[in-house]
């Protein structure tokens, strides 16, 4: 069972280019989490989806940001014009349909390292 | 609002030695508790959690942490450590109800050396 896949694993942009993030959660799994880790810090929620649904985006930048999970492919985390404050690595991180304390058990992917320059 | 507070930014141990990274959190509730290691260049892997129940966790790898509520923390433990152990270690709590099911608050992480 692969396991949560993100691509590219490394991603350069120039200033004001769009990059896009793509995250394929596990085998079952319907729900999907972003988190943002900046140089030197922790992770940062962004962004709770599901299946065409976003349910919690208290964490995504009110510009620029924005994500989406179709009911098929990937989720995908957009960011527009990008800015050197954006480099980061982005962590997609999927759980199974949440019961209990299932959406808990988060397994996160290798991330997305984004570079601008 | 909940949060994670990692002391230690960086620890150096010797091989064999014993561990115990630091960690305090703040949440009204009771919390949902995770800890996650992070190789160089790699994703989280969830080491083990805790919900309710037995205070003393135990996870993957030999770690052990333990929930003490008048402390607010959740100390991870390991009696020897392993060279392979090298890593960034990170807290998380998780909160428990409207739409932020799920949501992970982490720390700022605690980078772990292992001297030969």
């Known amino acids: 069972n692969a396991g949560v896949m993100q691509n590219p694993r490394h991603l350069v942009r120039r200033r004001g280019q769009e990059a896009r993030l793509r995250c394929s959660p596990m085998?079952?799994?319907?729900?999907v989490y972003w988190y943002r880790q900046l140089p030197e810090e922790g992770l940062k929620f962004m962004v709770y989806?599901?299946?065409?649904?976003?349910?919690?985006e208290s964490g995504m930048p009110k510009e620029r940001f924005s994500a989406e999970f179709p009911k098929e492919g990937p989720s995908i985390l957009r960011i527009q014009q990008v800015v050197r404050g954006d480099s980061a690595a982005y962590f997609c991180?999927?759980?199974?349909?949440?019961?209990?304390?299932?959406?808990?058990?988060?397994?996160f992917g290798p991330g997305t390292r984004l570079t601008v320059t | 609002a909940q949060s994670v507070t990692q002391p230690d930014i960086h620890i150096t141990v010797s091989e064999g030695a014993s561990l115990e990274l630091r960690c305090n959190y703040s949440?009204?509730?009771?919390?949902?508790l995770f800890w996650y290691v992070q190789s160089p260049g790699q994703g989280l892997q969830l080491l083990l959690k805790?919900?309710?129940?037995?205070?003393l966790v135990q996870g993957i790898k030999g770690f052990e942490a333990e929930f003490k509520r008048s402390q607010s923390s959740f100390n991870l433990r390991k009696p020897s450590v392993h060279w392979s152990d090298a890593a960034e270690y990170f807290c998380a709590v998780g909160s428990a109800g409207g739409t932020s099911y799920g949501k992970l608050t982490f720390g700022q992480g605690t980078i772990l050396t292992v001297h030969p």
């Open positions: 805790y919900f309710s129940g037995d205070t």
């Open positions: 949440y009204g509730a009771t919390p949902y």
């Open positions: 085998k079952g799994h319907s729900h």
């Open positions: 989806l599901q299946k065409e649904n976003i349910i919690d």
């Open positions: 991180a999927s759980s199974p349909w949440t019961s209990g304390r299932t959406g808990y058990e988060q397994y």
